[in-house]
């Protein structure tokens, strides 16, 4: 830390990447209020949204309070690595809640609570998914430029291992949810491909992060490329594995069953890890061809 200039940094809240957080704080409180208050939650689903909601608004502070006092130098670990790696993951969990929160929650006719309950609810919604907005907001202005020296976690193949990561906790998020992926062994190499591709994924981020990355005994931007190009490959496998097993008709349902109770459908779990599978391939790929064209920055 410089000794000669002022112990309170400005930009920590006038400069572009400050504004978006001032008002992720905003728009983050304003959500946790109006639920507290009047619109409420409950069950499993409520639970998360409202976790999602103040954990964005503590960090977000913290991460503000920590660069205006410029405290954030105390730390070892790669700051702005962590910054847009949480920017990222946030945009992504509000977004999920934004959507979570109305479908499980918000009704056409006004709920037995009364009608200003609703519009609660509205208000909730319509600020979370503000909140989304900002956060995508930081990522935006904090993301790599060509021609620029940045973190590895602010180019597109950083950004996109947050995403990765994300996708598959939806997708363990349905194996456990019901999905009778232990019924075959085809179907339980498909659950140890998703779970390694996420155990190297988040170790990869947390490295960036921490800053830790001298630790392996490879060039890490080698050992990046090598294993995403492992991880296309599992994928596909299990893109073409998963599929066979849960909707031919030797091993399960091309259709719906009729008796499928929803949320509790085997079928429809099934069907989002599908889904899921299709689109985490797809950013697996992505990430690989991103990977060729950057250099690593494995300090902070």
């Known amino acids: 830390m410089d000794s000669q200039g002022p112990y309170l940094n400005l930009n920590a809240v006038a400069s572009p990447v400050g504004v978006a957080r001032v008002w992720q704080i905003v728009f983050s409180c304003v959500t946790v209020s109006l639920v507290a208050h009047q619109a409420g939650f409950n069950a499993a689903y409520g639970t998360f949204c409202m976790f999602v909601w103040c954990l964005c608004l503590t960090t977000t502070a913290c991460v503000v ?10 730390l070892r670990l790669s700051w702005d690595n962590f910054t847009i790696t949480f920017a990222m993951l946030a945009t992504l969990m509000c977004v999920t809640a934004s959507v979570v929160y109305p479908v499980y929650f918000l009704q056409a006719q006004c709920p037995h609570e009364g009608c200003e309950v609703r519009n609660y609810r509205i208000a909730v919604t319509v600020f979370s998914c503000l909140a989304s907005v900002a956060y995508l907001a930081e990522v935006i202005v904090a993301r790599a430029k060509p021609g620029h020296v ?4 602010a180019t597109a193949s950083g950004l996109l291992k947050i995403v990765q990561t994300f996708m598959a906790c939806i997708i363990f998020g349905a194996l456990v949810n019901e999905s009778q992926y232990s019924r075959h062994v085809a179907t339980q190499y498909c659950v140890a491909v998703y779970s390694f591709c996420f155990a190297v994924t988040v170790i990869v981020v947390l490295l960036m992060v921490s800053g830790k990355t001298p630790l392996l005994r490879c060039p890490f931007d080698r050992f990046v490329v090598v294993y995403t190009f492992v991880a296309v490959l599992m994928y596909v496998s299990a893109a073409v594995i998963w599929p066979v097993f849960c909707f031919d008709k030797k091993y399960g349902s091309p259709e719906r069953p009729y008796y499928c109770t929803r949320g509790k459908c085997p079928w429809e779990s099934q069907l989002v890890v599908t889904i899921f599978t299709y689109i985490n391939l797809i950013l697996y790929i992505a990430d690989l061809a991103y990977s060729q064209r950057i250099r690593f920055i494995t300090e902070p």
């Open 150 to 153: 940045s973190g590895y976690m």
């Open 65 to 74: 309070a920590l660069e205006f006092t410029r405290l954030h130098t105390c």
